[in-house]
């Protein structure tokens, strides 16, 4: 607490006109940083939205590729049924391309399930950091800053 000196009736203006001016401009300095880590607030959850969407997006795009390979797999077993119905004539060759198109198809579907974990434990990566910052905003201590004014 300031103390001031005492003039003809009551304090002295020009101490307390200094220590108002004081107050003001750190007043205006905290309200800067307000504004600033709300800006940044903001900005960050903007972030988290856009990587959910890409999240949603991904996932999607994982639904959509394990219905193809389901379907690749359906589709596969069907060729296969007919195949083996034309085999009676050329066995041989039609069941070692069926063999080779079915494995294919699952190494396709597996390569796609190993790239879809892998980008989707990035992103969750990427949101964890940025939920981290969050975090890291929420845990600034403005009572020191409050003790020096």
Same mark, same amino acid.
């Given at each position: 607490m300031r103390k001031f000196d005492t003039?003809?009736?009551?304090?002295?203006?020009?101490?307390?006109?200094?220590?108002?001016?004081?107050? $003001?401009?750190?007043? /205006?300095?905290?309200?800067?940083?307000? *504004?600033?880590?709300?800006e940044e607030n903001k900005k960050l959850l903007d972030q988290l939205a856009y990587y959910q969407r890409i999240e949603d997006s991904m996932?999607?795009? $994982?639904?959509?590729? /394990?219905?193809?390979?389901?379907?690749? *797999?359906?589709?596969?077993?069907?060729?296969?049924?007919a195949l083996v119905s034309e085999a009676r004539h050329n066995a041989s060759r039609i069941i070692?391309?069926?063999?080779?198109?079915a494995e294919k198809a699952q190494n396709h579907a597996d390569q796609l399930r190993r790239n879809t974990n892998i980008l989707k434990r990035r992103l969750r990566q990427i949101?964890?950091?940025?939920?981290?910052?969050?975090?890291?905003?929420?845990?600034?201590?403005?009572?020191?800053?409050d003790d020096k004014y």
């Open positions: 003039v003809f009736r009551g304090y002295d203006k020009y101490q307390v006109q200094k220590c108002l001016d004081e107050i $003001i401009k750190n007043y /205006e300095n905290l309200l800067n940083k307000s *504004k600033k880590t709300e996932n999607r795009a $994982i639904f959509t590729a /394990e219905s193809a390979g389901d379907q690749i *797999k359906s589709s596969a077993r069907k060729e296969a049924e070692n391309d069926a063999l080779l198109k949101i964890e950091n940025q939920l981290e910052v969050i975090e890291e905003i929420d845990n600034v201590d403005f009572s020191k800053v």
